[in-house]
């Protein structure tokens, strides 16, 4: 008969887990199981990894080249001035990789995020078993691998440049945690040589994302903590140890530096507006240093970290108590935080810049809905991480990791996008804080029949629950983009002249990039102006002045009116615009949302429509229907009665109530209505979800001819187009009016000075009828998107 002790088969079967070759292999199945869910999925997840693919596509077929035609309307994209390069050489690299197994450039993209999702978590391992143990090690990664705020941007599917960051400063943390575990004695100095890892790490990170900044704050808080943890524990060697990893950080910001001068600097470097504007304010000069905040790190964060270790240092030569020494650090924090306040208005002011609010969900401040959905048990769970710091029980690498923390959970509350970066001390809090929840409880509890056995149950239930809520959230994510897009914009782009412009809601810009391979006015990112367009607020000039040729309406953009009135600047008093699933289909259609419902009975020729509003009954001034291929006003039964108008989708089950300042709208009117002015020319409908409608303006379109690119005319009413030429690197070479009243077309120059890019502005003298961007090489050689 087995009477082993229940509790010791549990320690067993922990202990075996735990093994690191047990643990690794365990981690690498749990976070590549969730992470590869969408890879179930036909199309990517969320918007901007269509641009990035998009441009990866372009680039295996190119080069990389820097000027890219197809985003941003009839200017064109330069590249550079956005991610550093490596944001699209990697997935390329995986591919290149990957493909003599038949994997597809979209599969090994998808893939990406997933390898360095995972590499991460591995680091995140290695640094806290080589920090703390097996149990501490295994907790704190595996919650990493589960959490779904690392997960999110981690994922197959959706690619983001903040994974790599997270993913170089893990190992800039384990060149830490390898420095500082070897014997100083057996070791002697030559552990410092460690160091150099963080550097490396925090340099790189430069090359893949461009707002990789917080690696350094993370590094210069870690190599701060350290000190202030090594002055108060009384161990002073590792003073020393934190100087030479300030150092680091000083070293890894010249290598991002260096490296930006090849792959392209960040968002506040000397080639942006932002940088230049943010330069100025500082008064700061660029020199050899061409970044902003590379800048003012070495010149303000680095000495002042130097300054705060050395007094710390010669402190510690006369200070030998703790008391003593823990009022040092007391008077220092006051210190830090008399200058957090003094300064408070500068850097709100500067964070408002960089990270101002708008109507982009990944930029709102994190309510506890995000975080709950980001963390779930293990966001409550991380304070857990302060019982290291029990009297006695403080260690070195407490402080070293207080440094992550202390600076990571204050981003969270800043933009919901950090939600991912901050991940990393969630798990990190709640996976070494568990284990120390034991070890505090555990010796109480084991006088007590049972109770140590059902304390272990617990604490292995809590990392349960943590997965099951990531798995749970995981699979709830669903791709923004489907079938209804890629056919409009697919027949978009088959439909259209290469140099052709679209205007549709930013949302859906990168989809127009890499469906349509056109480009769009407006992506990435809010347009009022765009948003002014759909409401009516800007008109037909405004479109040809930006070379506008084909204009998107969706289903979606309705979904999103609020945001269209956001952006626009408008009152949400003004426009009503409310859509209502269908709820009801028998004899009477009922369609419902909130305090709204619309009943619509069709009676012969004629429909009895009633739409309630808080409980009134009203009779609506115009109702149009769309049911298979046909869309048209309809005969009511009853006398209107009210400013409300209705749209009725019986393709796709929706309704839509307007009062008629929404209803007079270019956004309604082109998406519901039969009833629009004849310059638009409908090209395409699915029958209610997405519609594309061509512009009828004086139009240019690229063509080739006998080896030279011809610019035609349609409704050759201009008397003037502007050629302007471009090398990759964005500089103007070429600039040339031409006079071409009466004319059909214009064969361009071979040569152009050089050119490889060619911006056009047409005119009727100073009226401009027309814009766009192309590329020669893609026009003489019948090639668009890289396909």
Known sequence: MDTEDPRRRLGKAVDLILAPKYAILTLLIVSSAVRLLPMRFRYLLGYDPYFHLAYTRYALTHGWVNFFPYALGPWGYQVHSFHP???????????????PLGVSLFNAFRLTPVIFGVLTLIFTYLTILRLYGKREAFLSAFFLSVLFGHVFRSMAGYYRGDNYMLFWYSVGL?????GLTLRPGKWGYRRFIIYVIPAVAGGLSAVFWQAYYPIFAFLLANTLLLAVGAFLLRKDRYLLDSLVLTISTALGALIANYLGGIFGYGMVGHNRWLGRKLAEELGLSFGWMKDVFLLAFLKYAVPLAVLAIVVLLITSRFLRGKKERALVVAIGLLLALWLAVRYYGTVNELLQRLFPQSPIVETQRTGFGDWWEAYGVAGLLFPLFALRFLPSRAKLRDFLLLGTLVVQLPMVFLWTRFLFISSLSIALGTGIGLVELYDVLSPRLSLKKGGALALSALLLLIPVVGAYQGFRTTLSVKPLADEH????????????????????????GHWVTYFAGRAPVAQGGPNG???KYYLGLENGRYLMNLGVDYVVVSYDTVLKFGSVLETAGASPREYAMIPMPLVSAGGVLVFSTGGYS??????????????????????????FVERGKSLESVVLTGRPNADAYVYINLNYGYAVLMNGKAFNTPLARLMFTDEYPGYYRPVYSDGGYVKVFRFEHPNVVVAAGNGSVVLRFTN??????????????GTRVFKKWYGVKGKDELILPGDLNGSVVVRYTYTQKKTVLDRGVFRISDVLSGTDTGD
């Open 485 to 508: 897009w890629e056919r409009a914009l697919t027949y978009l782009g088959e439909s259209s002249s290469i140099n052709d412009v679209v205007l549709t809601w930013w949302d859906q």
């Open 85 to 99: 390069l490596g944001l699209w050489m990697t997935p390329a690299f995986v591919y290149k990789l990957l493909k």
């Open 598 to 623: 619309i009943m619509a009975v069709p009676e012969g020729d004629r429909w009895n429509v009633q739409v309630n509003a808080g409980g009134t009954v009203l009779i609506p001034g115009k109702v």
């Open 174 to 178: 384990y060149g830490m945690a390898l």
């Open 529 to 531: 102006a765009v948003a």
């Open 716 to 729: 050759a009413t201009g008397t003037g187009i502007g050629i302007f030429g471009y090398l990759d690197n």
